[in-house]
């Protein structure tokens, strides 16, 4: 729906009630991320913990979520578990549509139920569901048992978490819809805290087309570019675990906890290796026929007469570098195993992956023994860490409950810091040097998709401080714009700035489409602000010694670089938080 | 007269991209449900997927339940609908075999018109129309399905 303002339902679990609210700003904050940042603005409590059920955890979308192809991201916001401070995860699968055809911008939940619930949205339905049933069970089961007892399967969506959110871990995930995730910084813990175990969207209204004829040229031009030409072919064909490899071959692929940044022996674990070997077929987004979801099989024989049954587990780049490459675990299926049992736990892959390691590595020293991790952890150990993670996603003991607040929390207990693979939070799943270990500890995601770090390292021999800072600064800013709109980052290359200022102008926002250079800056400096009001200290960030002693391609870590690179940075982004609102239009 | 078949949706990546194309192209709307095909997980993304989709019954029921006469039988199969005429009671969606018409939150009926503009938004050749000839020849043969 085209409107000048943004539609929100506000769902307040203490008392059981929702209240629509039409909140102008459209032409100043567009949606998803900007409408994120100022709906926390509005409704958080920067100063109190993100435990405070007061607290408001976000979903947003954007004005061209549904009307283009691969619009198809739903931005949630909340303060993190992790670092106490404002976050976003990004997540897909068919929430963003759903959202959109329940006819909200954004869903914002506050409270916390007397008991566990399942809040049901849509664009005639509001309803919190007793769910003590589901308490306890994985996000698979949660999943299987609301799918049967709600309605509108295919164009619903179906958000929940696992044991891990329940327990608090700042590592907990949001499973979407089965196969997708607002994967990282603990949004999972934030639904535990509230009582909420789920959350089913439905999609079940239809909005009138945009008049003329503009828009559906426009559709049709982008469909075309996006399935008929070769540029999404990485994401449809191999996937991103194509990255394996060829990471690997530049030597820029954390292995062993970083103690490496290749592997001689990769081959088990490739995406051609998952390809050919695991790969029962692909997925999509609602609103994105690339299809970049591929699932590959695990199969579990649990009875010596040959009964078998078997999963089917999404694969990724970045599972597989935390699952595999960095506890040396080289074998496709053990990988695909590891991942379904963090998917059941509700845990996010990466940092479970990266603090197993820290983990594997601390108990390699002797700082820690089979006393803390209840299995002996040993790099290569799949039956081991198996074990781990779901000890990880039950908080299990002590240390556990600790290292699900993250690897360096661990550490700083049972020492270790130094080498814990945190950069803000557990690392992405790239060695490629200095511009991306600053990039990931300071960007506002803390993740490797807050701007191409990774792919600036790659393409730049020099060490021009100013030059790359400057790189990260503008590159972050034409991120957010995507995921203002929402747009899927795989996109990047299509929807460029003129491309977004069509769509808008397509679809009849016109206003908006005219200024989305002030925009975007307003609301890349607008995160930063709120960063900064929840306690983020860009200067205060350590960056652990791993990430100076490791060797990637281009040689050892140029010490200098690295902190004249983290100065400027932690500078700007201090410029960018403090800097006054650019007016609005 | 050609009808649109779903011979190959276990290609299926649940994109809703046939669905949103014909609500786009065909109704005027933006929507995964105000659409002659739609698409519907079969217990869950991990299961697959399926079209709600006319089967171009002749005769149809559907036609044969419309009491004001806006559903026609459609030459080859499926039906022809004149809006207009339509006085939103539902009995075609009631009668439908496949549960393939779609009535919106104000009854409005939502059913195939087999025009096949969804086909060309298929990114995995899920759809293809086919010809009449080739209906009644497999529907001759007795356990074939299209």
């Known amino acids: 729906m085209i409107r000048d303002y943004f539609r929100v339902l506000k769902v307040d679990l203490a008392t059981g009630k929702g209240q629509i609210q039409e909140i102008e700003g459209r032409n100043s904050w567009a949606g998803g991320s900007g409408l994120a940042a100022l709906l926390f603005d509005r409704m958080g409590l920067p100063g109190r913990s993100w435990e405070d059920p007061d607290q408001p955890l976000i979903f947003a979308i954007g004005p061209l979520t549904g009307y283009f192809p691969l619009m198809s991201k739903v931005v949630c916001a909340f ?32 409270g ?29 089961k949660t999943g299987q048992m609301l799918r049967t007892m709600s309605g509108g399967a295919g164009h619903r969506s179906i958000l929940r978490i696992g044991p891990a959110g329940e327990n608090g871990s700042a590592m907990a995930c949001i499973n979407v819809d089965t196969h997708r995730h607002f994967g990282r910084l603990g949004g999972g813990a934030v639904m535990g805290n509230k009582n909420l175990k789920a959350v089913v969207i439905m999609g079940d209204a239809s909005f009138d087309l945009p008049v003329g004829k503009e828009y559906g040229k426009l559709f049709q031009n982008l469909y075309s570019q996006l399935t008929t030409t070769s540029m999404m072919d990485k994401y449809h064909n191999l996937g991103t675990p194509i990255n394996v490899a060829v990471l690997n071959g530049i030597q820029a692929l954390p292995c062993r906890n970083l103690q490496a940044t290749s592997e001689e022996d990769i081959s088990g674990i490739t995406g051609e290796t998952f390809a050919d070997r695991t790969l029962l077929r692909n997925g999509a987004c609602a609103g994105c026929p690339v299809g970049c ?58 940092s479970a992956g990266v603090a197993l390691a ?40 002590d240390f556990y409950r600790m290292l699900g ?18 950069l803000g939070q557990e690392m992405g799943g790239y060695a490629t040097g200095e511009v991306f270990f600053v990039s990931q500890a300071l960007g506002f995601r803390h993740s490797h998709l807050d701007a191409g770090g990774y792919s600036y390292d790659q393409k730049h021999a020099g060490k021009d401080v100013g030059h790359a800072v400057e790189f990260l600064v503008q590159d972050e800013k034409a991120r957010v714009l995507l995921t203002s709109m929402v747009s899927c980052l795989f996109a990047r290359e299509v929807y460029k700035e003129t491309v977004l200022s069509d769509c808008l102008n397509a679809v009849g926002y016109r206003s908006l489409a005219e200024n989305l250079a002030p925009v975007s800056g307003r609301i890349q400096s607008k995160r930063w602000q709120i960063r900064m009001k929840t306690g983020f200290d860009p200067a205060s960030v350590k960056i652990p010694a791993r ?38 239009p | 007269m050609k009808i649109l078949g779903t011979p190959r949706m276990e290609r299926c990546i649940g994109c809703h991209s046939c669905s949103l194309a014909c609500a786009r192209l065909v109704h005027k709307k933006l929507s995964w449900d105000s659409a002659g095909i739609r698409i519907r997980s079969t217990g869950g993304l991990s299961s697959g997927f399926d079209a709600a989709l006319c089967m171009a019954c002749e005769p149809a029921p559907c036609a044969a339940a419309c009491p004001t006469g806006a559903y026609t039988q459609r030459k080859g199969g499926g039906v022809t609908v004149k809006k207009k005429l339509c006085i939103r009671c539902g009995a075609c969606a009631t009668v439908c075999p496949a549960d393939a018409i779609y009535l919106d939150h104000s009854g409005e009926p939502f059913v195939c018109i087999h025009c096949g503009l969804c086909v060309a938004f298929c990114p995995h050749d899920c759809l293809e ?7 009644m020849a497999l529907r001759s043969r007795k356990g074939v399905v299209l």
């Open chain 1, 79 to 110: 303060k993190s578990p992790y670092h106490d401070q404002y976050a976003e995860s990004h997540g897909g699968g068919r929430s963003a549509l759903a959202l959109r055809f329940a006819d909200l911008d954004a869903l914002v939940i506050t």
């Open chain 1, 112 to 140: 916390r139920a007397r008991g566990p619930s399942c809040l049901v949205v849509g664009s005639r339905t509001l309803e919190i569901k007793d769910a003590h049933y589901l308490w306890g069970r994985s996000a698979m």
């Open chain 1, 293 to 350: 979801i591929h699932l590959g099989f695990v199969r579990e024989k649990f009875h010596e007469k040959n009964q078998y049954i078997y999963h089917q587990v999404p694969y990724d780049h970045e599972p597989i570098f935390a699952m595999g490459a960095m506890l040396e675990v080289l074998d496709a299926f053990e990988v695909l195993t590891l991942l379904e049992t963090a998917e059941k736990m509700g845990l996010d892959v990466m």
């Open chain 1, 358 to 397: 820290w983990a594997t590595e601390a108990t390699e020293k002797g700082l820690i023994s089979e006393k803390e991790t209840l299995v002996p952890l040993k790099f290569g150990d799949e039956r081991a860490y198996e074990a781990a993670v779901r000890h990880l996603g039950y908080a299990a003991n």
């Open chain 1, 405 to 422: 607040q993250g690897a360096l929390k661990a550490a700083e207990k049972y020492g270790g810091s130094d080498f814990a693979c945190v």
């Open chain 1, 547 to 584: 990430f100076r002693q490791v060797v990637p391609w281009k040689g050892p870590i140029d010490m200098d670089y690295m902190d004249s690179l983290q100065q400027t940075y932690a500078q700007k982004i201090r410029d960018m938080g403090t800097m006054e609102e650019i007016g609005t």
């Open chain 2, 129 to 135: 129309m086919v010809d009449e000839t080739t209906v």
